[in-house]
Structures are given as C-alpha cells and as structure tokens.
C-alpha cells in the first residue's frame, strides 16, 4: 500500500507548544474619565490663513505612578483638543486614567510596561471620550487621529508621580 503524503491541514493541527507559566502577566484593570472641561468658542470668522485650516490641536502630559505595593500602577494621560477656530470652535481638557497590574513581575517590569506600552492601550479611550463629548456639539465631532503612542510620548518629559491608595495623587490637571 503507497504511503499517504501528509496533507497540509494535518502540519497545521499539531499540538502548540505550552504557555510558559513563569512569563510576566500584566492586567488592564479599568479605565475612566476624571475630568473634562468642554467649551464651545466663538467661530471665527474668515479671516489670515492660519495654517491650521481643518487640522485639529493636541497637547498631551502623562503621569506613571506604581504603587506602594509594586504590583499595580495607575497612568493617566491629560489631554487638551483645540480643533480648527474656523470649523470647529471647542476647546476640550480632559484626563484619562488606567489602571494595571502585574502578576509576577518587578516593580522596574511594571514601570517599564507603563510607560512603553499602557500608554498605547489606554490612548483609544481618550480618542473615544473625545468623540463622544463632542458628538453632539454645534459644530460637529472631532475626531482624533491615529498616532503612535510609542512615539509621540517620551518618557523623559513625564513627570513624577506618588500613588495612594491605589490612585495617582495630585490635586488638578496642569494647564
């Protein structure tokens, strides 16, 4: 009897390799809004070129603070949005927070998570709040870009934080 060829469906069934049990587990936790401020401007009129015709403003801080505990951090991104004065008029700030933790890892891990990558999982959020605050305004919904997270925030620039209680201390968003 010939010997049968393997099929290609039968290399790709094989049994994967198991998950190694000892790798660093880090958690989202939750997320949430901790302030906004939304104003509707003046629109103004047709006036000097500005340069920033249909283009939309954003300033960002950022603040990684860990715990006591060394085992959950907490990130809060403040953003401030200024679409086009022409178009549309807002000027929104707002903070977002999330919070994560780690399983099995150090406290330089989980900081180091942080700040390379919690930013990019929380930074949709921020995109979505934005969206949905100015959704229903005059002047229509911002919608914010896609950007690298990675890129745009340089961790040398952030500020120090202490974290109480599982929660970032500071009395207000910087301006």
């Known amino acids: 009897m010939p010997k049968r060829k393997a099929s290609r469906i039968d290399r790709v069934i094989a049994p994967a390799p ?15 809004v901790t302030d906004i ?4 401007l003046p629109l103004v009129a ?8 249909g283009t939309v403003e954003m300033s960002f801080g950022v603040i990684v603070g860990v715990a006591e505990n060394e085992k959950d951090a907490e990130v809060r991104i403040i953003a401030t949005v200024t679409p086009d004065p ?14 994560f933790s780690v399983e099995n890892g150090t406290r330089d891990q989980l900081q180091m998570f942080a700040q ?3 930013l990019a999982v929380l930074f949709p959020y921020l995109r979505q709040a934005v ?17 690298n997270v990675r890129q745009m925030f340089k961790p040398e620039n952030w500020a120090p934080a202490v974290v109480k209680d599982g929660n970032i201390v500071q009395d207000e968003i910087p301006k």
């Open 86 to 99: 022409k178009r549309m008029p807002y000027h929104l700030r707002l903070s977002v927070v999330g919070q």
């Open 37 to 40: 401020e939304f104003r509707e």
């Open 46 to 53: 047709d006036g000097p070129q500005t340069g920033r015709e």
């Open 116 to 118: 390379d990558h919690a």
């Open 18 to 32: 198991a998950p190694d049990v000892s790798a660093i587990r880090f958690h989202f936790r939750r997320y949430f």
């Open 131 to 147: 969206d949905r605050i100015t959704i229903d305004g005059r002047y229509g919904v911002v919608r914010l870009d896609l950007l």
